[in-house]
C-alpha cells in the first residue's frame, strides 16, 4: 500500500493533529505526516511533532510582508516536502484564492460544528446560546471562503442539559479527534471523491454515510 504524503497546518495546541499522528501510526492507514507547518512559533502542535519525529517548519506570518507572500513560502515548504494532502488543523489564518485554488480537492480542514451552521469563531457559545439540541463536527475540503466547502464527514454531539460553552466543547473535540483520523482515510483511499460540489462514494456514487464514531 502506498500511503499518501500529509502536511498538516498547525497554529497551537494540535490536539487534532495528535490524534492524526496516533492514526497513521497504524500499518494499515493509508496516510503518512511528512511536514507540520505552524505560523506560531510556540505552538504546542510543534512539539507533538517533534515527540513524533515528524520534521517541523515555523512560517510566521508577522514576518512576510502580504498574505500572498506567507502563502507562497507555505505552498514552497509544502511542495518541498513533496506534500500531496494537506489538513488544517487549529489552522488560524484565511489563506489566499490562489492558494486554496492551487490545493482544491486536496486541503481538509475540521470545524468544531456541523456546517453549514456556525462557521467561525466561538462555535459552541453560538450554539448553546441558539439553543440547539445537537451540535458535532465537520471535516470538509478547503474552498476560499472560511469553513465552507465540500463536506467529507461529520459526527453529531448532543448538547445536554447543564452544557457550558467548555463541557460542549470538550465533548466536541473527543470526537473529532475520532472523526479527522476516519475523513482522512476516506480521502487519502481514494474511497470518496468530490462531484460537484459534494463528496461521494467513488464507486458508486452514492451519498457518504454519517460518522457514527465508536464509544472510547
Ligand atoms: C479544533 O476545535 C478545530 O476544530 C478548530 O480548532 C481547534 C483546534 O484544536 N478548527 P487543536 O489545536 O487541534 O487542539
Redesign the pocket.
Known amino acids: 500500500m502506498t500511503r499518501k504524503r500529509v502536511g498538516v497546518l498547525?497554529?497551537?495546541?494540535?490536539?487534532?493533529?495528535?490524534?492524526l499522528i496516533n492514526a497513521c501510526k497504524k500499518r494499515d492507514y493509508p496516510a503518512e505526516i511528512v511536514m507540520v507547518i505552524s505560523n506560531v512559533q510556540q505552538?504546542?502542535?510543534l512539539l507533538r511533532a517533534e515527540a513524533a519525529l515528524i520534521p517541523t517548519l515555523t512560517v510566521d506570518h508577522k514576518t512576510f510582508p502580504s498574505r500572498e507572500a506567507f502563502d507562497a513560502a507555505l505552498d514552497g515548504a509544502l511542495k518541498e516536502a513533496g506534500v500531496e494532502l494537506l489538513c488544517?488543523?487549529?489552522?488560524?489564518r484565511l489563506l489566499t484564492a490562489g492558494f486554496v485554488e492551487s490545493w482544491r480537492n486536496r486541503h481538509l480542514?475540521?470545524?468544531?460544528s456541523l456546517l453549514p451552521a456556525f462557521r467561525g469563531l466561538h462555535?459552541h457559545e453560538r450554539v448553546i446560546a441558539a439553543g440547539c439540541k445537537i451540535s458535532g463536527?465537520t471535516v470538509h475540503f478547503v474552498r476560499p471562503e472560511m469553513d465552507e466547502g465540500p463536506i467529507v464527514a461529520q459526527a453529531a454531539v448532543p448538547v445536554l442539559a447543564g452544557d457550558t460553552a467548555e463541557t460542549l466543547?470538550v465533548r466536541?473535540?473527543e470526537t473529532?479527534h475520532r472523526l479527522y483520523p476516519h475523513a482522512l482515510a476516506l480521502v487519502a483511499s481514494g474511497a470518496v471523491s468530490v462531484q460537484g460540489e459534494r463528496v461521494v462514494d467513488t464507486n458508486d456514487q452514492a451519498q457518504v454515510p454519517l460518522f457514527s464514531p465508536p464509544m472510547p
Open positions: 498547525i497554529s497551537g495546541r494540535g490536539s487534532n493533529l495528535q490524534a505552538a504546542q502542535g488544517n488543523a487549529g489552522f488560524m480542514n475540521i470545524h468544531p462555535t463536527c466543547g466536541v473535540l473529532e
